[in-house]
């Protein structure tokens, strides 16, 4: 199953199906921001990291301009990923509190996190084309991964959304209707599909208002753990 993943991450980075955003993905790491000019971007979609055997996913809605645009890791590099880590690091899901570039040490255990979308887009919004284009790979990742997995945490509405067609997909399971509505703390749960809880972005627009803050991320993961468990 490692092989099967490793053939899919490398498979996603050399994606080109989205001229929209493989111009910005490329923009972006052509033009970089002033404090990174003397690094290469990576410039890529961004695959999946973690664990093959992974129990918990972390779902995301798409790498970062200046994050894991710039260092090919999601998640990886931003203030974002700072908090993230942070918060795995204290469950005991990561070996470090940190995240700064893809040869920095950073493992995880138990835990494999992705986006729906695998490109940065241009204001953190993919087209719906773009996320239907994107999805399969989701689902591929989704399927390698099945046998363990048992929590999916959305970090946000658009990955919350996400889930309802990859767990058709994937699962065979019809989504409920209506689609229960996403909410910081929101869970779902049915017969032979992954728990779903949701999660606020851990994006700065929602950590510097304390909108989301470390203790609300703690019992989260908390919870992921023990529904995993
Ligand atoms: S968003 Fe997904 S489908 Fe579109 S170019 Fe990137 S990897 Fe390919």
Known sequence: ???????????ITDCFACPRLVAWREEVAT?????FRDQAYWGRP?????????RIAILGLAPAAHGGNRTGRIFTGDRS???????????????QPTSVSADDGLTIKNTRIFAAVRCAPPDNK??????????????????????????????????????????????GVRPPSPRPAFGHGAQWTAEGVPALLGC??????????????????DDVFARARSLAA
């Open 81 to 95: 990923g700072d908090v993230l880590f942070a918060a795995m690091h204290r469950a005991g899901l990561a070996n």
């Open 1 to 11: 199953m490692g092989d099967a993943l490793q053939a899919l991450d490398a498979e």
């Open 200 to 217: 606020y972005h851990v994006s700065q627009q929602n950590t510097f208002t304390g909108r989301l803050t470390p203790a609300m991320l």
């Open 31 to 35: 033009v970089k921001r002033a404090s």
């Open 46 to 54: 961004v695959p999946g990291f973690g664990a093959a055997d992974a």
């Open 126 to 171: 993919p087209t719906p084309d773009e996320r239907d284009r994107c999805a399969p790979f989701l689902h591929r990742e989704l399927e390698l991964i099945r046998p363990t997995l048992r929590v999916v945490i959305a970090l946000g509405a658009f990955a919350w959304a996400a889930w309802w067609p990859a767990m058709r997909a994937v699962y």
